[in-house]
């Protein structure tokens, strides 16, 4: 399925609708939240049943990508079958069982933090990717798993928050460009720490000793883990590049949800976006 562009935009496009149910829990009201709560827990035991009726060793390629270029393998990983399953059954049942264990002033304090959440939320994202590939599992879980596909969510969730506080564009790209440096910056911290302690999975550069710039075409060479690798492929591209991309997918994803919802009808208190006011003319008494 990954390997056909219909496959690669049908993962997104759920990666787009978890992360939005995700981000829009604290909003629904107490029967919605309780029952995705436990439909989240009922995946959970579903992958369970997967996990215990999964034998033998699974293999995987660790791949990472330097610029949007071409795709490099920083390592091979083999493990056995089931533990992917496993690794899904306790995300299912923590996220379940924490969805109905909330109190209500709990679930009104994440809604009051939305920010805070989408932060919390890409920083989880991330730790699930290294988990993922460390216990080989399949190529399409670790490609659906990143914080790069959550960015044109987090910034139509941004948007409608800030509108509901009635703040305007500016406020939307100060966000933005916040989370941007919040979770990159996180990212950068990993591929540190994993690059340096050699712990494997993408994030960890020290395998990539040639690699191709995409824009200018020239190689380079790095020592295994040297200063110079870890800050050039790793460091530099996360603080400069990505948050560039996700500020720009942010908005992005703003316009669109915002442009929908003022099709819709729904649009109001945005400062800058509201749908025009049709004057009737003013009757005699």
């Known amino acids: 399925m990954l390997g056909t562009t219909l496959g690669r935009v049908a993962i997104v496009l759920a990666v787009w609708a978890a992360g939005a149910a995700l981000l829009c829990w604290p909003r629904l009201p107490g029967p919605w939240r309780r029952a995705l709560a436990l439909a989240t827990s009922a995946a959970g035991l579903v992958f369970l049943i997967l996990a215990l009726n999964t034998q ?3 293999e995987s390629a660790s791949t990472a990508v ?3 270029g071409r795709h490099y393998v920083t390592e091979q990983v083999s493990a056995t079958a089931s533990l992917p399953y496993y690794v899904a059954t306790a995300l299912c049942l923590l996220l379940g069982t924490a969805g109905l264990a909330l109190s209500e002033d709990a679930v009104r304090a994440v809604r009051e933090r939305w920010l805070a959440t989408a932060i919390v939320l890409s920083l989880a994202v991330t730790a699930t990717r290294f988990w993922l ?5 399949p190529p399409a879980w670790c490609y659906a798993v990143g914080v790069t596909w ?3 969510v987090v910034g139509a969730f941004f948007a409608f928050n800030l509108r509901r506080e009635r703040k305007g564009k500016a406020a939307l790209l100060t966000v933005l460009l916040l989370y941007a440096l919040a979770v990159r910056g996180a990212v950068a911290a990993l591929m540190v720490a994993a690059s340096t302690l050699r712990l494997g999975s993408h994030y960890d550069v020290s395998a990539l000793v040639r690699i191709q710039n995409p824009v200018s075409g020239r190689f380079y060479e790095f020592a295994p883990g040297s200063f110079s690798q870890v800050w050039n492929v790793g460091v530099i591209p996360q603080l400069a590049a990505w948050p560039v991309y996700t500020v720009l997918a942010g908005l992005m994803g703003a316009a669109l949800a915002l442009g929908v919802s003022w099709a819709a009808g729904v649009s109001r208190g945005w400062v800058g976006l509201r749908r025009p006011v049709a004057l009737s003319p003013a009757r005699d008494p």
């Open 56 to 58: 033998g060793l699974r």
């Open 133 to 137: 590939e460390k216990v080989a599992a």
């Open 66 to 68: 330097f610029l949007m």
């Open 150 to 152: 959550l960015a044109p």
